[in-house]
Nanobody, 124 residues
Framework: QVQLVESGGGLVQAGGSLRLSCAAS????????MGWFRQAPEKEREFVAA????????YYADSVKGRFTISRDNAKNTVYLQMNSLKPEDTAVYYC?????????????????WGQGTQVTVSS
């Protein structure tokens, strides 16, 4: 079992930045691929970014490429999402997710563990 707790959400003006954190329980954090997903009101959950267990491979949705950066600190069992140049369309609840294995996937149904989510609101 892995428990995930997100933090760092909030209200920010367009063009601003936020850094989300996701702290994971357990002793084998580096065996898990980690992903960030988001869900806006009345929309389906969508992939944002993912990172391999070692941190050597990262993947991004086209909508955030060049603005968001995913990273992880395996010594701290934490994954981060640095979000720059935020836009109102980035407004959503952001979820951290984990799946065991070396293959990094962008499909939410392939992830086994989820955090409770953190709200990000970008005002225009």
């Amino acid at each position: 079992q892995v428990q995930l707790v997100e933090s760092g959400g909030g209200l920010v003006q367009a063009g601003g930045s936020l850094r989300l954190s996701c702290a994971a329980s357990g002793r084998t954090f580096n065996s898990y691929c980690m992903g960030w997903f988001r869900q806006a009101p009345e929309k389906e959950r969508e992939f944002v970014a993912a990172i391999s267990g070692s941190g050597g491979r990262t993947y991004y949705a086209d909508s955030v490429k060049g603005r968001f950066t995913i990273s992880r600190d395996n010594a701290k069992n934490t994954v981060y999402l640095q979000m720059n140049s935020l836009k109102p369309e980035d407004t959503a609840v952001y979820y951290c997710a984990a799946r065991q294995g070396i293959v990094v996937l962008t499909t939410s149904s392939k992830y086994d563990y989820w955090g409770q989510g953190t709200q990000v609101t970008v005002s225009s």
